[in-house]
């Protein structure tokens, strides 16, 4: 309310606050405590659990006359779903205590390597290929956590091919990755020809626990946007263009710090020692 010298009141000013990131962090503060809760209340029964099953297939498996086929496959599933659930908490774990970046010079191109390296011996059925300048491309970041960003990235690409061939559709899967220098900033864009990305969720896929998946615990891409919002950057989900499949990019500052003049922040980085 703004009032004149006449204490009579001539109007109002209005005023708006824009707290969309400040609720955002709160919620994936709550989202954290709820996984760290989980993580531990479910990884304790776990061990003993793979050790017994394991355990009788040793002792016993010689020993069953009826049905032996039967204990086999009945111990088999206890010891590959306990696996499963595991590498479900260690997701719950990763996304509970994300580390506070450490910022250092990183080549791009290596960090793309790395992450390939590990999804082409997991997915020796899907064709990768990458597009990236000959040039070195220096940054400030932290290599290991962008490292995961990039493999979670390129698992979520792995699972969307895999979810397509279970509809019975058998094209070759294939995972194209461009390193894209623009400006102050450079992007890793990842394109695949996989089942795409769902409408209804299209906006929420990087919120914690949302997932189309059956065995998704919709904690990837949310660790993927933590690290983004740690290191400055965004991440863009889209459908690829006249065709199937889904597009994400990820875009980094070169620098952390704005610096004053006009210097270029590529060959900053690359001559710091």
Known sequence: QVTSERSSTDGFVVTFDDITDLVGAQRTAAW????RRIAHEIKNPLTPIQLSAERLQRKYA????????VFKQCTDTIVRQVGDIGRMVDEFS???????PVMRRENAQELLQQALFLQRVANPGITFSTAAPKEPVHFEGDGRLISQALTNVLKNAGEGIAARI???DDEPGKIAITLEPKGAKF????TDN???LPPEHKHRLTEPYVTTRAK???LGLAIVRKIMEDHGGDITLADVEGGEGAEVTLTF??????????EDEQKRIADRV
């Open 194 to 196: 996989g089942i795409g």
């Open 216 to 218: 998704g615990t919709g």
């Open 166 to 168: 279970a509809k019975g």
């Open 253 to 262: 500052p070169f620098a952390q710090k704005t610096l004053k003049g006009t």
């Open 94 to 100: 990763s996304f509970a205590r994300m580390p506070t």
């Open 187 to 190: 992007a890793y864009r990842v």
């Open 62 to 69: 010689g020993e069953i006359v009826t049905d032996p086929e």
């Open 32 to 35: 954290a405590d709820v996984a």
